[in-house]
């Protein structure tokens, strides 16, 4: 869903290099880089995944910045700890400390989606030069 909103403007590609879906954990030790010890300790919906991810995603695109958003979109799936709708948001740089952001939406399966690709754009407004 980000990477879709990302490249729907014309001359997309000159700003977008590529993204990854990495819906299981293997994935994200696979194709990210994610260490397993962070997936056991904090779990894969955590601040720790999320930078991780970012970070990931910079290096294997050799780009500026990387977004990794990882969350319990619902409607199943939450626990007390984690609930339906939190998602965090990490944010890697090309320098300083990487950013991670924690939410929790409260709407169906595609809105908590959509309001997360939402605050994703904004973490990285926020930071963009100009």
Do not use: H
Not at 3 to 22: H, I, K, N, P, Q
Request: aromatic share 6%; charged share 15%; proline share 5%.
């Amino acid at each position: 869903l980000l990477a879709m909103r990302l490249t729907e403007v014309a001359g997309a590609s000159a700003y977008f290099l590529g993204g990854v879906v990495s819906y299981s954990n293997s994935a994200k030790v696979a194709l990210l880089g994610v260490e397993e010890e962070v997936l056991v300790k904090a779990g894969a919906v955590s601040p720790q995944c999320a930078l991780a991810m970012a970070q990931g995603v910079r290096e294997a695109f050799k780009a500026d910045y990387g977004l990794g958003i990882t969350g319990i979109a619902g409607p199943g799936g939450g626990s007390p700890d984690k609930p339906v709708g939190l998602v965090y948001i990490g944010l890697a740089l090309p320098e300083g400390d990487p950013q991670v952001r924690r939410f929790l939406f409260r709407g169906s399966r595609q809105g908590n989606r959509w309001s997360a690709s939402e605050a994703a754009l904004e973490l990285l407004l926020s930071v963009l030069p100009g």
